[in-house]
C-alpha cells in the first residue's frame, strides 16, 4: 500500500481536536472498559480495521480480557456462553449499528437492550459505536499501518 495522508494533531488539528473530543466523552461515560473495548473490536473486524483490531484487543488484554474471548469476538453468535446476556445486546447492537445499510439498529435490539441499558446508557453504547466507526474509515482511507 502507498503511504497517504496521517490525520494527527499537526496535520489536521481541528479533525484530529473534534475526534478526540468524542474519545474525551467516551472515557466519562458509564459503560465498562469492557464493553467499550467489545464495541471498539467487534466494529473493527466488520469493517476490515487491522490497525483498531491491534490497538483495541492489545488494550483489552491490558484490561484483564482473556485471549480466548478476544479471538471469539468475532464469531460470538456461536460462542455465547463466552458473553454475558448484556454483552451480547451490545454486540448486537454494534452489527447493526456498523451495518446501517441492512437495517440499522433494529426495534426488537433496541427494545431487548432496554432489559440491560436505561435510555442514556443506549446513546452512550451508539456514540461508541459511531465513534470506533469513524476511527476505522479514518484509519482504513489513509492506510493507517500496525506499529510493531
Same mark, same amino acid.
Given at each position: ?13 481541528? =479533525?484530529? %481536536?473534534?475526534?478526540? $473530543?468524542? !474519545? ?9 472498559? +469492557? @464493553? ?42 456461536? =460462542?455465547? %456462553?463466552?458473553?454475558? $446476556?448484556? !454483552? ?9 449499528? +456498523? @451495518? ?49
Amino acid at each position: 500500500m502507498k503511504k497517504r495522508i496521517n490525520i494527527t494533531p499537526e496535520e489536521q488539528p481541528k =479533525a484530529y %481536536k473534534a475526534m478526540m $473530543a468524542l !474519545e474525551a466523552y467516551l472515557a466519562q461515560i458509564s459503560l465498562s472498559k +469492557t @464493553l467499550k473495548e467489545l464495541i471498539k473490536i467487534r466494529a473493527s473486524h466488520i469493517n476490515g480495521c487491522a490497525f483498531c483490531i491491534d490497538m483495541h484487543t492489545k488494550d483489552a488484554m491490558k484490561e484483564g480480557e482473556s485471549v480466548q474471548r478476544l479471538f471469539l469476538t468475532s464469531a460470538w453468535r456461536e =460462542a455465547t %456462553k463466552f458473553f454475558t $446476556a448484556e !454483552e451480547q445486546v451490545v454486540l448486537t447492537m454494534t452489527e447493526e449499528i +456498523t @451495518l446501517i445499510h441492512q437495517q440499522g439498529l433494529s426495534d426488537a435490539t433496541y427494545q431487548n437492550a432496554l432489559q440491560f441499558f436505561d435510555e442514556n446508557q443506549i446513546a452512550e453504547i451508539i456514540m461508541a459505536v459511531v465513534t470506533i466507526n469513524a476511527w476505522n474509515r479514518i484509519a482504513i482511507s489513509t492506510h493507517k499501518e500496525i506499529e510493531g
